[in-house]
């Protein structure tokens, strides 16, 4: 081999694998943060466990850690994050699919010109605002009337109602921008095929676009509701902070997020079980909306390689 | 045969009231959301009207309704916005690089991708309690808080370890929170690029880094900087991690108690200290307000904070609105 043809060494190529080195340590810096995430949990959990057996964390029903007899059963805070969940998936996701089905199939390009950033301002205004919202709009001027002055049922000031509301608000153009990317993806060809047999353009949409679509529009809904179960301000705000083993969505609840928050916003003690309680309160929450996650991105990549 | 007849045009005004009722439900659901939009922003614009004033901006909070303030809160966002995005911005530009021109497809980095869409993922709560662990509390390393300085020769800058809920630790628990969303945004915006124009660069005999820094960054940054710009507005808005870090939201002053331009000029070490005092935010201060005891408080100078909030996310999102037309019309591939 003449030896102008063989690899010497160069600032030049010196440089740009020490580039390479940089930009590599840049990318793994999410890789350390995850890690660091899950390092702190776990340590601050096991802690935690040392002195709470996992029987009465998972057992007991009642969870009162800052009170003088101290019960740390997690699960009124599960039951308020669900009913949270729950009830902005139930106005969220419904009509979250309808609104990508109409930018998907019905609406004219000028519409989803002006459709599209106003979906983007209502997924960007911060979530304290919609607490707001909930707090000072919808619990006396909806909830109120309706349920207390139509219906007599007893409606607290704070309210699962009120903060599952605002989260469907919330989590809504965020099913709509993902359903809508997944629904374009379905082949024209399904759709011409649809027609050709005589379908009415319903037919089409939600017996052949929308089945074809399925899968991606599960894994739509499933991260938007992961965002809803780690929605934290609105919740604290207009869902109170009473943790309540109840299904009632008129009354006062606490879910993990909002737990959280409000012990945080405080002093805590260094080195107190409240202090602990947060972190295995905090590992629930993670290993949740991690699983959710998880299991939409792998949902969502077996979908895209269906269609391309 | 009539009788079949009747039957099928039965059927067929069915199939057409099906298809009408349904295109006006999905016509509903998508234009409801600009409905409740309006509406929002009425009840709150309703709720603030006659208490944002010129004087709201540049007051220090008091308990007072009408002495109440956000000088402190906007500075503050000021110093978190700044700092983490001087941080977040070039490790998520280059994680991107990274990911998009240097990685090989394979397990690694199909990990690394999946890894930075689930931190993407992750409640925003439980960045607080990361940031709170690692800056706050420096991973209790500290028993007691110790005083120290940094002494730059010219001047003598405090700050105690661990930090404690300061501007330092705000920002760099925002910087992990965003750093997702910018790399998945950089991503996006260097995927647009065509391969043509690395192939012309490498063509002309130019290295690897000299292809990226000199053709495919520039060609990206429009696209880059509108997804920057999207997830510092984000980043504005978010509450939950400052209230878990502890910052203290009776904080009144600007951080490093800066209180103008001719402070500075006389005092330019204030810029320096800032960084390691106490701070709050705008939508802190928000959420504070909300929680406050005086109704007139809770009412209406929250919604006067939540209008100035609004006021500075629209304008970073028109900023980014803006690029993202100027450079579309510039730029056909």
């Not at chain 1, 991260?223 to 969505?249: D, F, H, K, Y």
């Not at chain 2, 309690?129 to 209790?140: D, E, K, M, P, Q």
């Amino acid at each position: 081999m003449p030896a102008g043809l063989r690899r010497r060494f160069t600032w030049q190529s010196a440089t740009e694998y020490g580039i390479q080195a940089v930009l590599f340590g840049c990318a793994l810096l999410s890789v350390l943060t995850t890690l660091t995430i899950m390092g702190v949990l776990f340590s601050e959990s096991w802690a935690f466990f040392q002195h709470v057996s996992l029987t009465e964390f998972l057992g007991d029903t009642e969870w009162t850690p800052d009170l003088e007899q101290k019960q740390y059963g997690v699960w009124p805070l599960v039951f308020g994050t669900m009913q949270i969940t729950f009830l902005s998936g139930l106005i969220g996701l419904p009509v979250g699919l309808l609104a990508a089905i109409y930018l998907s199939e019905y609406a004219a390009p000028q519409t989803r010109r002006v459709l599209k950033p106003v979906l983007e301002l209502l997924a960007g205004i911060p979530t304290v605002v919609y607490g707001y919202f909930a707090l000072r709009f919808l619990t006396p001027y909806v909830i109120k009337p309706v349920f207390e002055g139509l219906l007599g049922l007893n409606v607290d000031g704070f309210n699962a109602l009120s903060g599952g509301i605002v989260v469907g608000i919330m989590i809504m153009p965020m099913v709509c921008s993902l359903s809508e990317d997944v629904l374009r993806a379905v082949p024209q060809s399904l759709r011409e095929a649809g027609y050709a047999l005589g379908s009415t353009k319903f037919d089409v949409s939600v017996k052949i676009v929308v089945p074809s679509a399925l899968s991606g529009i599960f894994a739509s809904f499933l991260l938007a509701l992961a965002r809803g179960v780690g929605e934290t301000m609105a919740v604290s705000i207009a869902a109170g902070q009473q943790p309540t083993l109840t299904l009632n969505p008129l009354s006062q609840i606490q879910t993990m997020t909002s737990f959280v928050v409000n012990v945080m916003k405080g002093d805590v003690e260094v080195g107190s079980m409240l202090e602990k309680s947060i972190y295995a309160v905090a590992l629930m929450l993670f290993l949740i909306t991690l699983l959710m996650n998880l299991v939409s991105q792998i949902v969502l990549r077996r979908y895209r390689e269906v269609y391309q | 045969m009539s009788q079949s007849h009747d039957a099928y045009r039965r059927e067929l005004a069915r199939r057409r009231r099906l298809v009408w009722a349904f295109e006006w439900l999905c016509r509903s659901a998508a234009w409801g959301s600009l409905a409740v939009l309006v509406v929002f922003l009425g009840a709150i614009v309703y709720e603030a009207w006659g208490w944002v004033e010129l004087g709201f901006l540049f007051r220090p909070n008091h308990d007072e309704a009408r002495q109440a303030g956000m000088m402190g809160a906007i500075w503050g966002s000021i110093w978190l916005i700044g700092i983490s995005t001087l941080l977040s911005v070039p490790v998520g530009i280059g994680a991107a690089v990274y990911l998009e021109e240097y990685a090989r497809p394979g397990w690694f980095t199909r990990q690394i991708q999946l890894n930075i869409s689930n931190l993407a993922g992750v409640p925003s709560v439980v960045y607080g309690i990361l940031g709170f662990t690692v800056f706050v509390r420096c991973f209790g390393a500290f028993d007691r808080p110790q005083k120290l300085s940094l002494s730059l020769g010219f001047v003598e800058i405090p700050f105690q370890l661990p930090f404690g809920a300061v501007v330092l630790s705000g920002a760099g628990t925002l910087t992990l929170l965003s750093l997702p969303t910018i790399i998945i945004a950089a991503q996006e915006a260097l995927r647009a690029v065509p391969a043509s124009l690395r192939h012309a660069s490498y063509a002309l005999g130019a290295t690897k880094w000299q292809t990226i820094w000199h053709q495919v960054l520039p060609a990206a940054t429009p696209g880059i900087l509108t997804g920057v710009i999207l997830a510092m507005s984000r980043t504005l808005g978010e509450t939950a991690p400052l209230a878990v870090l502890g910052a203290a939201s009776y904080v009144s002053f600007a951080p490093g108690n800066i209180r103008g331009i001719s402070d500075l000029a006389s005092h330019p070490e204030k810029l320096l200290a800032a960084p390691f005092d106490k701070f709050t935010a705008m939508p802190l201060q928000v959420y504070t307000w909300i929680d406050a005891p005086n109704p007139e408080i809770q009412e209406h100078v929250a919604a006067a904070g939540i209008v100035v909030l609004l006021v500075f996310l629209i304008l970073m999102n028109s900023v980014a609105i803006v690029i993202r037309n100027r450079f579309q019309q510039k730029i056909r591939w």
